[in-house]
């Protein structure tokens, strides 16, 4: 299956795509995860991403929209994908359409992830991320058994620049002026459908695979 998820920052997108992925069998592509990596890494791209970043501004169109064809064209996308944080923007959108056009494919379904601005903002503000194996916890909604280290590998968990509260309230402008009119874009398209994101982890991940299974056949 192709796979979209949209949402608020903080929604819960990531969270959902790695179990949402690992149940379709097919990989998780996520633009923050890379542009963060190539921060990381200290190259070139991630020079560029970084200043937009760290200011909550989406990254230029054509650089991000290179990196995805990249992605896109490897192996393991062939069956299908989950795209976690693209599209971000109607035309990011439309690239992707002509994108898949060219290959004869077209999106299957775009989740879109439906929580409100409070419960958004508590989830980035108690957002902790894994500095070795980039996992995500939260500080109340689900702490590791020590406060600071990754169950999952032992490694120190940090606060995202760009999840301070200043930055917060900018990228959810953002997310309002340029990210929101992807809903009714897929929604003229016939493939949008809203999951509500609130309550447990599982529940959600319940709700998702059940508004997938209806566009399944
Ligand atoms: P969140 O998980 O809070 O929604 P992401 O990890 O998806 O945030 O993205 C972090 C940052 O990476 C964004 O604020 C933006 O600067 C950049 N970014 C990620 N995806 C895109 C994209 N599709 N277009 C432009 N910038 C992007
Ligand atoms: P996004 O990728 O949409 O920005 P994340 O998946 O990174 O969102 O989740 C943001 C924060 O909210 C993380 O700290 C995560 O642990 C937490 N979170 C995710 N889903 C839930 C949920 N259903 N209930 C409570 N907290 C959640």
Redesign the pocket.
């Known amino acids: 299956m192709r796979v979209v998820l949209v949402?608020p920052?903080?929604?819960?997108?990531?969270?959902?795509a790695q179990f949402i992925a690992s149940h379709l069998s097919i990989p998780k592509i996520s633009t923050?995860d890379i542009f963060r990596a190539n921060v990381s890494g200290g190259t070139e791209l991630g020079k560029l991403a970084k200043e937009y970043m760290d200011r909550g501004d989406l990254v230029p169109d054509e650089v991000t929209v290179a990196m995805v064809r990249d992605r896109l064209s490897e192996d393991d996308a062939q069956e299908g994908f989950l795209l976690?944080?693209f599209p971000r923007n109607v035309p990011q959108a439309e690239v992707l359409k002509k994108m898949l056009a060219e290959f004869g494919i077209s999106l299957d379904v775009v989740l879109n992830?439906v929580v409100d601005d409070d419960e958004v903002v508590r989830?980035?503000a108690?957002?902790?991320t894994c500095r070795s194996c980039g996992k995500?916890?939260?500080e109340l909604?689900?702490p590791p058994a020590v406060a600071g280290v990754c169950d999952a590998c032992g490694g120190e968990l940090f606060q995202r620049d760009d999840d301070r509260e200043e930055t917060i309230r900018h990228r959810l402008e953002v997310y309002q002026e340029q990210t929101a009119p992807l809903i009714s874009f897929y929604a003229d398209e016939g493939i949008l459908q809203g999951v509500d994101?609130?309550?447990?982890?599982e529940e959600?991940t319940q709700r998702a695979m059940s508004a997938l299974r209806r566009f399944a056949d």
């Not at 920052?9 to 959902?16: D, L, R």
């Not at 994101?197 to 982890?201: D, E, I, K």
Request: proline share 7%; charged share 20%.
């Open positions: 949402g920052p903080g929604a819960g997108k990531g969270t959902q923050g976690d944080g992830l989830r980035l108690g957002r902790r995500v916890w939260h909604f689900d994101a609130t309550g447990p982890v959600v």
